[in-house]
């Protein structure tokens, strides 16, 4: 696996903590070699900044933003796209949100998908999956 996606509601807006350590595990992969994406299905515009201010703040690679280039998840399509913007195969990515129909649209589409209900769960798959070490 050479790629993290993760969704940006109900998963990276939650609370303080569980964002302070996103940023750190997100940093961590980074500094691994591992690509790294919002993927969100936000409308995009300017209600979007506080997304964008992850990339922008070097936490991610990239933000796809389903309102901008036209498909949503679960849609294969968008997951192409993602794959396309980290310049990595789909099979090489994992996505992780709290919605099991976008999980599942994931794994339709060649992706690895980590079902997101807290970050202490999803933080020992993640870790797992990507031989990532650390307290986060």
Do not use: H
Not at 30 to 58: F, K, M, V
Not at 72 to 98: C, M
């Amino acid at each position: 696996m050479r790629g993290l996606v993760v969704d940006y509601c109900g998963v990276l807006d939650g609370a303080e903590e569980d964002r302070r350590r996103w940023r750190k595990l997100l940093t961590a992969a980074r500094a691994e070699g591992i690509s790294t994406a919002i993927l969100s299905n936000d409308p995009g515009g300017e209600g979007a900044a506080p997304i964008r201010q992850w990339q922008e703040n070097g936490y991610v690679d990239t933000v796809v933003l389903s309102g901008e280039v036209g498909a949503e998840k679960p849609s294969e399509e968008v997951f192409a796209i993602t794959a396309e913007k980290l310049d990595l195969p789909q099979n090489d990515l994992v996505l992780v949100d709290d919605s099991i129909v976008n999980v599942r649209g994931a794994v339709d589409a060649g992706l690895i998908g980590v079902y997101y209900q807290q970050f202490d769960r999803a933080v020992v798959e993640i870790t797992g999956l990507f031989g990532l070490e650390g307290e986060f």
